[in-house]
């Protein structure tokens, strides 16, 4: 018999008639008998795959303190799962800035938990590519900060060690699902944060907690050693208290990285904080009459961004009102992608397949074994979109995933259309003010309130459009955010925007 190597057993009869259930098969136990025989032969060649060693990114600035997780009175909004200290070099243009990390984000070395129970005591074996860029260039990270479970949250109130309270009012939730980052920003416990956003994870929190967040061009930025959610829609991004230092960040962190798959080779970058004037005279808006009005929309968040665009206008920017019906559809176009690719991607152990670049081996083991044995744990929404994902891709063939995504294209068309003729789109970024802090949630009330904001940043998340969320004032003495839009790869018009709306109006 061919020899099978020790990590890959052979399947047994049971196994097969299983996995032929799963592909609709009916096999026969001749059909059984002679698929082990090929099969056994086939698993010999696994031996030598145990052998080989597979390349990993190289760890750089290897002196690095694993940190430790803070109690509430040295961590009183909840903003950090780890504080740490990894050291970058000794000068750069970050030199100086301290940096807050998403804790989905791969430093070597330190714990990663994804705020989730599934991850405690997960150490990443390599870095993230963004982390080797921001520590080659100066910057000194102190800390993984806190974020939604396994990111499947825009309230910020669903990570696994309680919700993250608002910088700005501790009686109300920072937004997620990056809120840690923004919590730990905004208070002054980081110079500037990374966080993630697959559906306005970056934004939503900035414009909760009176920070700025950036997110940039879909591919702009490398995703590599970050856990995702869809490689068609994963985004990550500065997170800071001023368009300026987002700019800074950016500078570093952008371009080409031939390890992740969701970049396409001719990436163009820009010198972002270059590119910042401070005129508002240089800036064209069309302000979306569709981003206005939502179902769930305060009358003050409108207000507030009506007569923040005013000002801006009368400091000399051309303000203009634009029709863009399809953006209504954007939600739902994101849903009917997120739903299934993030399934796809939670089955393929939150590594995926088919793309060229780096796979992380020792993560989709932690993952697989995490997903197996605790799937109970698993966040109430996390358990509803894998729910409802399996069951339209199964039951409707995929249908609706693929026309979301020829759909997306008209819906980017559609923006784009708009964008030839102004620098940026604007509207709010949420509908509404951050929400008030509460213990007594059903499991309906919290996935409502998980997601009753996305309409109008999930849609630039499938589109692909660089989008920043800047403070524009507060309703009822809370922060709003006044969100710009532009074109792909036009990240530098984008901030420049936001750069010079903080100057003139803010």
């Not at 870095?127 to 080659?136: E, H, Y």
């Not at 829609?233 to 570093?252: I, K, Y």
Request: proline content about 6%; hydrophobic content about 35%; overall charge negative.
């Amino acid at each position: 018999m061919p020899y099978t190597p020790p990590n890959v057993r052979a399947p047994t009869p049971e196994d097969l008639h299983e996995m032929a259930d799963r592909h609709h098969m009916s096999l026969t136990d001749d059909e059984v008998e002679d698929f082990l025989a090929v099969i056994e032969g086939t698993l010999g060649g696994y031996e030598r795959l145990d052998e080989l060693v597979e390349p990993t990114p190289t760890v750089e600035f290897t002196d690095r303190d694993p940190g430790y997780r803070p109690d509430r009175e040295e961590d009183p909004l909840n903003a950090f799962v780890t504080k740490c200290e990894v050291r970058g070099a000794d000068d750069g243009p970050l030199a100086g800035l301290t940096v807050g990390l998403k804790d989905n984000i791969a430093v070597a070395g330190v714990e990663m938990t994804c705020g989730s129970k599934l991850f405690e005591g997960y150490v990443p074996r390599t870095d993230a590519t963004i982390v080797t860029r921001l520590l080659g260039a100066g910057a000194t990270i102190t800390g993984k900060t806190n974020m939604e479970d396994m990111a499947f949250s825009g309230s910020g109130e669903l990570s696994a060690t309680g919700p993250v309270l608002n910088p700005q009012s501790e009686d109300h939730i920072a937004g997620g699902s990056s809120s840690g980052s923004i919590a730990a920003v905004v208070s002054g416990e980081v110079d500037v944060a990374i966080g993630g956003d697959q559906g306005g994870s970056v934004r939503i929190p900035a414009s909760w907690s009176g920070g700025v967040g950036h997110k940039p061009t879909h591919g702009l930025v490398p995703y590599t050693g970050i856990v995702g959610l869809g490689h068609s829609f994963d985004h990550t991004g500065p997170m800071c208290r001023t368009t300026e230092d987002c700019a800074r960040v950016l500078d570093v962190v952008a371009g080409p990285d031939p390890l992740d798959p969701r970049q396409k080779r001719d990436v163009a970058v820009e010198d972002y904080e270059e590119a910042l004037d401070g005129r508002a005279e240089e800036v064209t808006v069309g302000v979306v009459t569709e981003g206005f009005g939502h179902e769930e929309s305060e009358p003050g968040v409108d207000e507030t961004v009506r007569e923040a665009l005013d000002a801006f206008e009368a400091a000399g920017a051309t303000v203009e009102e634009v029709s863009i019906p399809m953006h209504l559809d954007g939600l739902p176009i994101w849903n009917a992608i997120v739903m299934e690719e993030t399934a796809a991607l939670v089955r393929d152990d939150g590594v995926g397949r088919y793309g060229l670049g780096y796979y992380d081996t020792a993560f989709a083991d932690a993952f697989g074994r995490a997903r197996r044995a605790q799937a109970d744990d698993y966040l109430t929404t996390v358990k509803l979109t894998l729910l409802l994902g399996e069951y339209l891709s199964d039951r409707y063939r995929g249908h609706y995933y693929a026309k979301a995504q020829n759909l997306r294209r008209s819906l980017a068309d559609d923006y784009d259309a708009e964008l030839a003729d102004v620098d940026v789109l604007a509207m709010p970024t949420t509908p509404q003010t951050a929400h008030e802090v509460r213990e007594d949630l059903t499991r309906v009330e919290a996935i409502e309130r998980a997601l009753n904001m996305l309409a109008n940043t999930a849609p630039f998340d499938v589109t692909g459009h660089p989008a920043i969320s800047v403070p524009a004032g507060t309703s009822d003495g809370l922060p709003v955010g006044l969100m710009f839009v532009g074109e792909r790869f036009d990240d530098a018009t984008v901030l420049r925007a936001g750069d010079a709306f903080e100057r003139s109006v803010s």
